[in-house]
């Protein structure tokens, strides 16, 4: 069985919802092996904020005024932090 997190859990709040989906899901049953991706689990990873990165888009997007933009959100109507 794979659950998706669809976030990474860094601070407090969101490691206690992982935890509460993770023993939802699980019920009874025990975890032999766990996959933790931590790619960017690294301090020499330097991301602008959400608020710098969707401006960069609203950018890109205004100043090609004759293509068709296309974007895929799968986010839509789930919470965010």
Do not use: W
């Amino acid at each position: 069985m794979a659950l998706e997190t669809h976030h990474c859990p860094v601070d407090s709040e969101r490691a206690k919802d992982v935890r509460s989906r993770l023993l939802n899901v699980l019920k009874n049953e025990t975890v032999d092996v766990l996959y933790l991706d931590n790619t960017y689990c690294n301090s020499s990873y330097d991301f602008p904020t959400r608020e710098v990165v969707a401006q960069q888009v609203v950018d890109i997007i205004a100043s090609h005024p004759k293509h068709d933009i296309v974007i895929g959100i799968d986010t839509l109507g789930k919470k965010s932090f």
